[in-house]
């Protein structure tokens, strides 16, 4: 079970989402989160000091400021404005994320919220009620102000939530749990939307699925390099030790790993030399896992992190108005994590391009009746339109900033972009390579009767159970969601 309050691993998440257990409020949590709220109501209560977003205006209106007994209808109508989103859907399994990372964002207790609010997040979670939110909308910086407002909305009873495949909206559906709208106190509003929820839930979903694609890029490399009648030297752990770059190492001893015990691997070669997409494997899959490695670390301090705007220092007496909510660091990883997604991708079609090349006695496109037959040739044409695309979607978010709020907001990561270009990287990087195993699966029969690897064996074995692809001209798009699928799965 996942305590909200304490510390979290993108390890943990992942047990927890597949376990299907519910959320719960650590004990500290909840003294924290009390402690930080009745600071700030006192504090109010007692003081005549000018409290950004708390008793002023939002943006570049912090300098007006609002009467006492105006400071609720302040907060309701921050979510009702700033809940402007557009564009498509985001999935609800990032939003259940958006719902557990802003409760562990309030649960340290620096946000002067009350403790039904964050309970209220946690019940949303646990009763799998999905509040609509927008992919377009942020500029990762000031939080991502309108994908938490609309996913905020529904905690006051407005906005809407999913039912199933329906958007209905949410008053009914609280109804229906039990559950009555909170009502907001000063800063909560602000303090919901203030936050780097957006960009973080995408993130952990995608890193995850990025664990899942390269452990999956190595099997079907592999299978690809006995398909290929490629060489086992580059593999070997002599040349990536003098070299010390621990993806490389590690790529290199988890391929050699799967190739243990082929006959194709272990018998005589003709060639010299393979191909860069073969022989560099360790070196290209290597600084992918670094690259992920790196982004894992920013994004597992950041999901610990308190994103909201202002801070509340209760043992200091201090209420500082900082930033943040600035995405810049997790904008730079995103793009990062991006771009070594894609080159899995772009390296992949290569093997795949040299497979139905025809050379190393496999025939032109694997065709068993080249000519009257294609083949495999267009697979490889929806290999490159799909690494094409990645490219596109690499251009980097983080270098661009376009000023808002009148100014005041001079400087925005964009990080929301980089957020969703890389969800839509991780689900073409899935799909290139498993047009990559519909090609060595097919190119694996001409080396019969030698086989692969044990492991290799059976990883092909299930793959065609699963898949059924045919041998001669078939209608192909199935095929290659099947096998995406099952790439997914296995």
Not at 240 to 255: D, S, V, Y
Not at 461 to 490: C, M, R, T
Request: glycine share 8%; aromatic share 6%; proline share 4%.
């Amino acid at each position: 079970m996942i305590k909200i309050g304490e510390a979290l691993t993108l390890a943990n998440i992942k047990a927890f989402i597949n376990s299907g257990e519910q959320l719960q409020l650590s004990d500290a949590a909840i003294v924290r989160i009390e402690n930080s709220y009745n600071y700030l109501q006192n504090k109010m209560a007692n003081g005549t000091a000018i409290i950004y977003g708390i008793n002023t205006g939002f943006g570049s209106l912090c300098n007006t400021v609002i009467p006492n007994d105006q400071l609720g209808q302040l907060q309701y109508n921050l979510l009702r404005s700033h809940a402007c989103g557009t564009g498509d859907y985001v999935p609800k399994s990032i939003v259940k994320l958006m719902l557990l990372l802003k409760a562990q964002s309030l649960a340290y207790g620096y946000s002067g919220v009350q403790l039904a609010t964050v309970q209220r997040l946690i019940d949303f979670y646990n009763a799998d009620i999905i509040p609509v939110v927008y992919q377009q909308g942020s500029l990762g910086a000031s939080g991502d102000l309108a994908p938490l407002a609309h996913l905020s909305l529904p905690l006051i009873g407005e906005g809407m939530v999913w039912e199933g495949d329906k958007m209905v909206e949410a008053k009914p559906v609280l109804n229906k749990h039990n559950l009555t709208p909170v009502v907001l106190g000063p800063k909560e509003g602000l303090a919901l939307i203030n936050g780097t929820q957006f960009m973080s839930a995408y993130g952990v979903h995608c890193l995850l699925a990025a664990q899942n694609i390269i452990a999956k890029s190595n099997t079907i490399a592999a299978l690809s390099i006995d398909a290929f009648d490629a060489r086992i030297e580059p593999f070997l752990k002599h040349t990536h030790l003098i070299r010390n770059q621990n993806g490389q190492i590690k790529t290199a001893e988890a391929i050699h790993q799967l190739l243990q015990g082929s006959e194709i691997i272990a018998q005589t070669k003709i060639q010299v030399q393979d191909p860069y997409s073969f022989r560099c494997i360790p070196q290209v899959h290597g600084a992918s896992l670094d690259a992920i490695a790196y982004a894992e670390q920013i994004f597992e301090r950041e999901i610990n992190a308190v994103t909201d705007n202002p801070n509340i220092f209760e043992a200091e007496d201090l209420i500082i108005s900082g930033g943040n909510f600035h995405g810049q660091t997790l904008a730079l990883s995103l793009d990062f994590a991006a771009m070594a997604l894609a080159e899995l991708g772009n390296i992949s079609e290569r093997r795949t391009y040299q497979l139905i090349s025809g050379l190393r006695g496999l025939p032109p496109f694997l065709s068993h009746n080249a000519g009257l037959e294609s083949g495999l040739m267009i697979a490889q044409y929806t290999a490159a339109s799909i690494v094409s695309q990645n490219k596109q979607l690499c251009s980097p978010a983080s270098v661009d900033s376009i000023v808002s709020s009148n100014g005041q907001e001079d400087h925005v990561s964009m990080g929301a972009n980089g957020a969703t270009k890389l969800f839509k990287v991780c689900e073409n990087v899935m799909q290139v390579i498993a047009i990559e195993l519909v090609t060595a699966a097919r190119a694996i029969e001409y080396r019969r009767p030698l086989k692969s690897s044990p492991v290799l064996e059976t990883y092909l074995s299930n793959y065609l159970k699963a898949v059924q692809p045919k041998d001669e001209d078939e209608i192909l798009s199935p095929v290659l969601l099947k096998a995406k699928a099952f790439v997914s799965q296995n």
